[in-house]
């Protein structure tokens, strides 16, 4: 199976020669061409029934490496068990117009940041106002950059409950299959992000010089407010399970998993995407692998940027006890997955619990022997 390493091992150094990239991009690069490798050293897994020793190279544990997000993405939902409640929840993705990608791109920290604050404002205080349910709601936000192309597509998908918490410390459930109009939501949520967006100190490139002279950059906003602002809202998840189904697909996904690529040869990479607009055809696509790391490296977030953030009742200050207020409102009585305390009950909850079992005598299981083994 043709894997992003491979691309990278055979054509990352070229590119990286031939082109001038930021340091954490690099950085991924390297991290994901030494994955599993010799280069970041080894552990030593040993049979407790036979003594077969087995070598299991370390993880680079880049959350861009699409081979290191399986572990991270259990662990996390896991701790998100505990926060859920015993209601509806909706799917909202913000979407930012093709127009911004230019300069969105090059002011990713301030933008994204922007991105975030405008969509938490937005739905806290339209959910705040009673003409639509007059309480505060949990939400999860994800960042995402990418579309199925790998082409640039900045969106944030954002995980609502159907409820919330009102003033006087009451639950306020919303309708079961409406929660609240799109166009509001679309047309508050671009008014706050131009107001934000008209407020930053931006830098502007080569690409869009132009915007850094200040009637230019006014006539570029008035068109960005005249256009329409696409948001989605998806019906509400059938059950708690669902949801958090749900939020691990989305929160430790890459720009592209090694199960979608199928060819690299010739220079070229060939994978498989997904055509929203032709009714979610499952297609083919061919690129130059110069042009496929550069619409990878698109995706590659700036150092220690937090792609997921809580607002509302789920916001990280006084979050305990507002959920234990809201479990006993909501009356959430089902239990919550065991809280799985080892590296190896992730594995097995993830792979099955014969995924160590030893493949000389089939009767025992690899266990680490060794923290650490150093390689020649």
Request: charge should be positive; proline fraction near 4%; charged fraction near 25%.
């Amino acid at each position: 199976m043709i894997e992003l390493q491979d691309i990278v091992r055979e054509h990352g150094g070229e590119y990286v020669n031939s082109h001038s990239l930021l340091p954490h991009k690099i950085k991924a690069l390297n991290a994901i061409l030494n994955c599993r490798t010799a280069v970041l050293g080894a552990h030593i897994d040993v049979c407790g029934e036979c003594g077969f020793e087995k070598l299991s190279y370390n993880s680079c544990r880049n959350r861009h490496c699409p081979k290191c997000q399986g572990t991270a993405r259990e662990q996390w939902i896991e701790k998100q068990n505990q926060y859920l409640l015993n209601t509806g929840y909706f799917h909202v993705v913000f979407t930012l117009p093709d127009e911004l990608h230019p300069v969105v791109y090059q002011n990713q920290d301030i933008v994204y940041s922007l991105f975030f604050r405008a969509i938490s404002e937005t739905l806290l205080e339209l959910c705040g106002d009673k003409k639509y349910l007059g309480a505060k709601p949990g939400v999860t936000a994800v960042l995402h950059t990418w579309g199925q192309n790998l082409l640039y597509h900045p969106h944030i998908h954002c995980i609502v409950t159907g409820g919330g918490l009102t003033e006087d410390n009451k639950w306020q459930g919303s309708r079961k299959k409406f929660f609240l109009p799109v166009r509001v939501l679309s047309r508050k949520f671009k008014g706050k992000f131009l107001a934000y967006l008209k407020q930053a100190k931006l830098y502007f490139g080569k690409t869009v010089e132009e915007l850094s002279l200040p009637q230019r950059f006014d006539y570029y906003i008035a068109a960005l407010y005249k256009k329409e602002w696409v948001v989605y809202c998806k019906p509400p998840f059938k059950n708690a399970a669902k949801v958090i189904e749900y939020l691990g697909r989305y929160t430790h996904r890459v720009a592209i998993s090694n199960r979608r690529i199928l060819k690299l040869e010739d220079g070229s990479v060939t994978f498989n995407w997904r055509d929203y607009r032709d009714g979610n055809k499952v297609k083919t696509m061919t690129v130059t692998a110069a042009e496929f790391i550069r619409r990878f490296l698109l995706h590659i977030l700036p150092p220690g940027f937090c792609k997921i953030r809580h607002y509302g009742i789920l916001a990280p200050r006084g979050k305990s006890e507002r959920i234990n207020l809201c479990k006993k409102l909501t009356q959430t009585r089902f239990q919550t997955a065991t809280p799985v305390t080892t590296i190896l009950e992730r594995l097995q909850k993830m792979l099955g619990e014969n995924f160590n079992l030893c493949p000389c005598c089939g009767i025992g299981y690899l266990t680490r022997a060794s923290p650490y083994y150093e390689t020649a």
